[in-house]
C-alpha cells in the first residue's frame, strides 16, 4: 500500500509505521493522511499533518451542510378552528422530529432560559437539521424569536437550539392543550399542531 506524505514522498508499509507510531517512545503520534499518488498535497505548517489539495470546483455546494442536513429556510403559523399551526419550511431531505412540554424553555449551548410570554411551554427538536449555511450566517432571513398574537393559543415562538445538527424551538402556551408534529415532503416541511 502506498501513501503520500509531506512534500511527495512515498512510503510503503503503512501497517507497520501505524503499528510503530501508536508506540510512546517520547515523541507526539502524527497522523498519516492518505492521498492520491498523484494529488497534489496543500502546504502544511510546521508541526501539522499534510492535507490533501481540493481543487476549486464550479459545482461545488455553495451551502457547506452536508447534503443529510436539513437546512431551515421559512418559518409561518396559521390558525385552523380547532389548533394553531406552525410550519418550518427546510431544503433537504425530511429531518427527524419530536415534542415535550417543559417547565421552562433553555437555550442549547449557553444553558440561558428563553423567556417566553405563556403560562405553558413546548420544546421541539429537529434533528437532522440547521438554521445556518456557509461562514455561520443564518440560513432563515426572519426572527428568531415571533410573538403570536393572532393565535388562540400559541402566544410565541423562538429558535433555542442551532447546534450539532439538532434544531430546537420554543413555543409558548396560553392553555395546556397537546402538540402534535409531523413531516411533509416536496417541498420539506415539519409541521407542528398545538390544540387550542
Do not use: K
Amino acid at each position: 500500500m502506498g501513501v503520500m506524505i509531506g512534500r511527495g514522498v512515498a512510503i510503503t508499509g503503512l501497517c507497520a509505521a501505524v503499528i510503530t507510531a501508536g508506540c510512546d517512545q517520547g515523541r507526539p503520534w502524527v497522523p498519516v493522511v492518505p492521498v492520491s499518488p498523484t494529488q497534489p498535497t496543500a502546504p502544511a505548517q510546521p508541526g501539522e499533518p499534510p492535507r490533501p489539495a481540493v481543487p476549486a470546483s464550479p459545482t461545488a455546494p455553495v451551502n457547506p451542510a452536508a447534503p443529510d442536513t436539513p437546512v431551515l429556510t421559512g418559518m409561518r403559523t396559521g390558525t385552523h378552528p380547532s389548533f394553531d399551526r406552525i410550519v418550518l419550511d427546510f431544503s433537504g431531505p425530511r429531518p427527524q422530529v419530536s415534542s415535550r412540554f417543559v417547565a421552562e424553555l433553555v437555550q442549547d449551548g449557553s444553558g440561558h432560559v428563553e423567556r417566553l410570554p405563556g403560562a405553558f411551554f413546548a420544546e421541539i427538536r429537529v434533528s437532522p437539521a440547521q438554521a445556518h449555511g456557509g461562514a455561520g450566517r443564518p440560513s432563515y432571513g426572519g426572527s428568531r424569536r415571533v410573538t403570536t398574537g393572532a393565535l388562540g393559543n400559541v402566544t410565541a415562538l423562538a429558535i433555542t437550539g442551532d447546534f450539532e445538527g439538532v434544531l430546537s424551538l420554543g413555543i409558548g402556551m396560553r392553555r395546556h392543550t397537546w402538540v402534535r408534529t409531523s413531516t411533509l415532503s416536496s417541498p420539506t416541511r415539519v409541521v407542528i399542531d398545538v390544540g387550542r
